[in-house]
């Protein structure tokens, strides 16, 4: 339009630039993204293997997809797997037969795309508890925390549906737990069991359904949510942890271009290379093994994929009977009798509220402590103390839970009662969070206060001298002011007492809250003042005159 | 051999190397008790009274003091009466008679009686009243033109998997009983089994599962046992428990092997 | 070794008792800054640098040999088939993961080596700004006032109201339309005597039944089940079902042993259900659904292996241990002339888990 002389490139990159910038506009985000600081810690890099997983679950994905058949339709299986020739089976288990015996690579495919699937979900977990444990969910990232969760339960989902597909003895009996779950729904649940199978459990369709679920719906969440997440993080602009010329206000770290954009790239292939390594050498989901579904057999150990484990561990925990009386519970109405499980219902109780505690943890916490302000800098976890414990009693609950769900191999390799292992894990269940709880904080605590005496008193050094008195005392080595800093660098936080309302009342909520805040913060190591560490540093000042030993610290 | 160099160092060589070893002196072990039995097989299926009577020496000094004198039982053992020589084949033959101790269930340990004196006390114990015989050779050929592999894989999953596991690994009962791996068992003893239920097995009579149908079976079994997972170390065949423990422990431990040397600054 | 000391006798130095008082918000030092950048051996040294980019090259070399044995594998090996090994199988899968892995990982360490090494390692500081200025949310909030005010549904609740309850009604269609997900009521060439719930208080069992081997189909004559015996027993007529069939088996599959009558303890009403100690129980766990199919011979214990509900079979299935919560469904049995068990009628009950219309 303009007849301005335009902008013309001097060098090759340039001229290919231009045509891109003037056609697409594109110049603003390579301002934007070319220079973007990205902190570096490896603890940073888990949400990066999640994202890595889901890519290759993309690709290994599509692959399968062009050879699996989600018919339930009977048929005759005559491929190549000698054990199973002849049998009556499902088009679904058939093709995927195919796929691990009679396609070229179909097998390594399949175990990438399964490897990747439980690393995907490992990964999100892990990088969950990373960003948990280190406060990152702290304002302004609450709602990026939020959409977190809810990628993880996508992933939950992506896991569920893609595991049944197969449609083998395992996978099967998988579903048929789900039925027996969806039917113990009050009012409803009848209905829905028979609209998701399309009638009475097994049907003809769940597979079928599943499969648009799984490669459609739920992969298409999974990328819009991604694409949130990453949005977001790019607003907000990576946390850091806290550390000598790192403040709240800025981040340090490598620009995206080069170093952090090669490295970030080549974790992709790296997280690629151990996956192929896992699918070439360790067999995953052994379909052959379990045979066509069928609803009479079953197999010892029929558990579900990682991710699901705690559901199935707490349905296992929940006794069905206590003496005489029955969690089967039959009420009577004018219309006739109607039960309700409450065998399966109430261990998903605390499932639920678990998994919205997770989502609305940032809200409590702000609540709690009354902290409204931006955190870009990352608490080390010791320096949260109650923060961490609830962290590890929470996992510690989910463990339990977690392990219950293989009682039964817990019981054959340690050799033990099947009965023992459950009556232990039912009281772990609710002894261990709390055990744990006291036990991270006091650890915390400890570790804090082992802070404080290096911050004033130097690191031990392993020497031991005698003085001329005939003392014996282990020499100390003073730290650089750098790594002084991250000892004394955080934030003393203390317990907010209950404040008047608007009406210049105190309401019992807020009563409630100063409670819960004391709870937070009443048992606290505070960190070194300038004080004490002008006081410890006059000691060592006079000793390292005294023995001439300057050089041990950086003279302030 | 490239790959055995790559994964040396592997967080779970160890676990991987113990599998391996456990895997290889198991098949050795079951190949020398194959061919044991083998050679008292052809020797042992009719007995004389000479065998009988050195039984029942041997049963008296060995095995009375808990099933009794003319093994009518006690309060520590059950009666013999009628168990025939198949259950006494398999009981002594693996090792878990004579028990140790008193326990859920006995265990398979080394035999205490040479093949000779275990068919001796077979001998006895079935002249003492009619019971599953030991089988014959022609129902654990698993070569046989008969066999049908597939069909005994079927059986097996609805008659046998439910406790051995869909691969045979084993699993649980209740309050500390718990079913067996099914890998380095002969063809006799498993046999042996079905006919006659040891421990808290069911007994799978000739009329449930006929003699065919248990020879299907242990082709099935002899199959899989022989054929290794196409996939890879099947990281001992106990499904989705060992996959999520091995992604959380060699997956992860890999990956951040990884990703602090790609944080960490180059010297 | 420094014997001059640190100082005379009783001159420790714990400080820690006296926490002073500090204005919150300040540290005990000032923030020092970044550290000063450490040079990294290929900074300073061009053979360090010409031996990373060696090692680089090397690792890239090491991407395309991995490419090469993956083609080793899928081409060498060539097509599986049913003539191909188990160990054939698994070496190719070895292959091609092996392969795979060189490739990737080659390109992924060298990357990364690469950007540890040659490229700046200089940290940079870049500044954080507020999410959104003050002055921006201002602005939008205006804007979006000025928006509805212009809109007028402010001023106009009757447009406001019927808008609200077009809107929550207009959804329902999409929820209705999937009513149809369970069409089975509607279709002629299912059994049309039982719609909706009803189904699951009806299985093929009936009086006269025979009870048959699963999965041969062959009747069970009450000789054949001797005592310690499991037998797992499906209704006769159910391998021949063209549509339905695994709906069918799902709920009436069926776990017959035989017990020593003595054992057994038989409630009012349930007399004539077994047959000298022979017994025949849903195996469709009442907790979610699984088979329970472990029994126990001596204990007579039945054993769900999903999540380990034990039922006893000598107190008619009772729970002993576990989450399910009531008893496995009898099927009640007789023997017909021809001496084969066949089944006196129908569950007397629904099988498998409580659902909201159980009762």
């Known amino acids: 339009m303009s007849t301005t002389t335009e902008y013309s490139a001097a060098t090759r990159t340039g001229r290919i630039s231009n045509f891109v910038d003037t056609r697409m506009g594109v110049s603003p985000m390579v301002k934007e993204f070319g220079r973007k600081i990205f902190p570096d810690h490896w603890s940073f890099m888990f949400g990066e293997v999640a994202l890595y997983s889901f890519v290759i679950l993309l690709l290994s994905g599509t692959f399968l997809t062009f050879f699996f058949d989600p018919s339930m339709a009977h048929t005759t299986y005559e491929g190549s797997y000698k054990p199973l020739y002849g049998l009556e089976m499902s088009v679904a288990y058939a093709s995927s037969l195919d796929i691990s015996f009679d396609i070229r690579g179909g097998l390594f495919m399949r175990q990438v795309h399964h490897w990747a699937a439980l690393l995907f979900v490992a990964a999100m977990s892990v990088h969950m508890l990373r960003v948990f444990f280190t406060g990152a969910f702290r304002r302004p990232r609450e709602l990026n925390w939020v959409v977190g969760c809810l990628l993880l339960l996508a992933g939950l989902a992506a896991g569920f549906t893609g595991y049944s597909l197969p449609d083998d003895v395992l996978s099967g009996n998988g579903l048929r737990i789900i039925d027996g779950i969806l039917k113990a729904i009050p009012v409803v649940g009848s209905y829905i069991s028979m609209f998701l199978f399309g009638g009475e459990f097994p049907g003809y369709a769940v597979i079928g359904r599943l499969y648009v679920l799984h490669i459609l719906i739920v992969p298409a969440a999974i990328l819009l949510l991604i694409v949130v997440h990453l949005f977001m993080v790019v607003v907000h602009k990576h946390t850091q942890y806290p550390g000598p010329g790192r403040t709240n206000d800025n981040v340090v770290g490598y620009p995206v271009g080069p170093v952090y954009a090669a490295k970030a790239g080549g974790f992709f292939f790296i997280v690629f290379g151990v996956i192929s390594l896992l699918a070439g050498f360790f067999t995953i989901n052994a379909i052959w093994n379990y045979g066509p579904y069928d609803p009479s057999p079953v197999q010892a150990g029929t558990q579900p994929d990682w991710y699901i484990g705690w559901f199935d561990g707490a349905l296992r925990l929940m006794p069905g009977v206590l003496g005489d009386f029955s969690f089967k519970w039959d009420i009577p109405f004018p219309w006739g009798v109607n039960s309700i499980p409450l065998g399966v219902l109430l261990p998903m109780i605390p499932v639920g509220i678990l998994m919205v505690g997770m989502i609305v943890w940032p809200w409590i916490e702000r609540w709690v402590t009354r902290d409204d302000r931006e955190h870009h800098l990352l608490d080390r976890p010791r320096n949260a103390p109650f923060r961490t414990a609830a962290g590890v009693a929470g996992i510690i609950f989910y463990c339990v839970m977690w392990a219950a769900a293989s009682s039964d191999l817990i019981a054959t390799h340690f050799h033990m009662s099947l009965n023992d292992v459950l009556y232990i894990l039912r009281f772990l269940y609710f002894a261990g969070p709390i055990i744990g709880f006291i036990v991270t904080r006091r650890i915390c605590l400890a570790l804090q206060r082992k802070d404080r005496e290096i911050a004033l008193h130097g690191r031990e050094a392993g020497v031991i001298e005698m003085t001329p008195a005939g003392e014996f005392r282990e020499r100390h080595e003073h730290l650089s002011d750098y790594e002084l800093y991250r000892l004394v660098g955080f934030e003393n936080r203390r317990p907010v007492p209950a404040q008047p309302g608007k009406d210049g009342k105190v309401s019992g909520l807020e009563k409630q809250r100063a409670k819960l805040n004391k709870w937070f913060y009443e048992e606290r190591v505070e960190p070194v003042t300038r004080d004490e560490l002008t006081a410890a540093r006059a000691h060592g000042h006079h000793d390292a005159v005294e023995a001439d030993h300057g050089a041990h610290g950086i003279d302030r | ?267 | 070794m420094g014997e001059q000391g640190y100082g005379g006798p009783g001159h420790h130095s714990d400080a820690v008792e006296h926490a002073g008082v500090e204005d919150s918000g300040t540290y005990a030092i000032d923030n020092p800054g970044l550290p000063p950048h450490r040079p990294r051996l290929a900074d300073e040294d061009p053979r360090a640098a010409k031996k990373a980019e060696r090692q680089v090259a090397f690792l890239f070399l090491l991407s395309i040999l991995g490419t090469i044995l993956f083609f080793v594998g899928y081409f060498v090996i060539g097509q599986v088939g049913p003539d191909t090994a188990a160990e054939t199988l698994r070496l190719q899968n070895m292959l091609l993961g092996l392969g795979t892995a060189f490739a990737m990982l080659g390109i992924g360490v060298g990357i990364v080596h690469w950007a540890k090494t040659l490229m700046p390692d200089h940290e940079m500081v870049e500044q954080r700004h507020e999410v959104r200025t003050e002055a921006d949310r201002a602005d939008a909030q205006g804007i979006i006032e000025d928006i509805l005010e212009e809109s007028q549904i402010k001023r106009r609740p009757l447009l406001r109201n019927t808008l609200i309850g077009a809107v929550a009604l207009a959804p329902l269609p999409a929820i209705a339309i999937f009513r149809d997900l369970d069409d089975t009521d509607n279709r002629s060439d299912l059994a049309a005597e039982n719609f909706g719930v009803e189904r699951f208080r009806h299985t093929m069992w009936d009086e006269g039944v025979r009870l048959v081997r699963d999965p041969s189909g062959t009747p069970i004559k009450a000789s054949d089940v001797t005592i310690g015996s499991a037998f797992h027993v499906i209704p006769e007529g159910l391998n021949e079902l063209q549509y339905g069939k695994l709906n069918e088996k799902a709920k009436a599959v069926v776990l017959l042993m035989r017990l020593d009558p003595d054992k057994l303890e038989v409630s009012e009403g349930r007399e004539d259900w077994n047959v000298d100690g022979i017994v025949a129980y849903s195996k469709i766990c009442t907790h979610v659904g699984c088979p329970v199919a472990l029994y126990e011979q001596h204990t007579h214990h039945l054993l769900c292996p999903c999540h380990q509900s034990t039922f006893d079979v000598t107190r008619e299935a009772k729970v002993v241990f576990g989450p399910a919560s009531h008893a496995l469904p009898q099927l009640p049995i007789t023997v017909n002339e021809e001496g084969f068990l066949v089944a006196r009628s129908d569950f007397q009950e629904p099988v498998g888990p409580v659902y909201w219309e159980r009762g």
């Open chain 2, 1 to 267: 051999m490239k790959a055995l160099a790559q994964n040396r160092r592997h967080p779970f060589a160890g676990v991987v190397l113990l599998v391996l070893g456990l895997l290889l002196t198991g098949g050795m072990y079951a190949l020398a008790s194959t061919m044991n039995q083998a050679q008292a097989a052809t020797s042992g299926t009719s007995y004389s009274a000479q065998d009988i009577s050195e039984g029942e020496k041997l049963f008296n000094a060995n095995c009375a003091t808990c099933h009794g004198f003319d093994a009518v039982g006690t309060e520590d053992g059950p009666t013999l009466v009628g168990v025939g020589a198949a259950s006494v084949d398999f009981q002594v033959g693996t090792g878990r008679m004579p028990m140790q101790m008193q326990g859920p269930q006995a265990q398979k340990k080394p035999a205490q009686f040479n093949d000779e004196q275990t068919a001796q006390l077979s001998a006895y114990v079935a002249s003492l009243g009619a019971g599953p015989a030991v089988p014959e050779d022609e129902y654990l050929d698993t070569d046989h033109e008969d066999v049908n592999i597939a069909r005994g894989g079927e059986l097996f999953r609805v008659n046998c998997a439910m406790c051995h596991n869909a691969a045979a690994a084993g699993g649980a009962l209740t309050r500390g009983k718990f079913a067996p791996g099914l890998a380095d068992v002969s063809e006799k003893h498993i046999y042996e089994a079905m006919a006659t239920g040891p421990q808290n097995m069911p007994v799978f009579s000739d009329a449930n599962l006929t003699p065919e149908d248990k020879r299907d079976v242990i082709a099935f079994l002899k199959t899989i046992e022989a054929n290794p997972s196409p996939g890879g170390a099947a990281l001992g065949s106990l499904g989705p428990v060992s996959e999520g423990l091995f992604i959380w422990t060699a997956g992860l431990g890999i990956l951040i092997g990884f990703m602090v040397w790609l944080t960490s600054r180059s010297s």
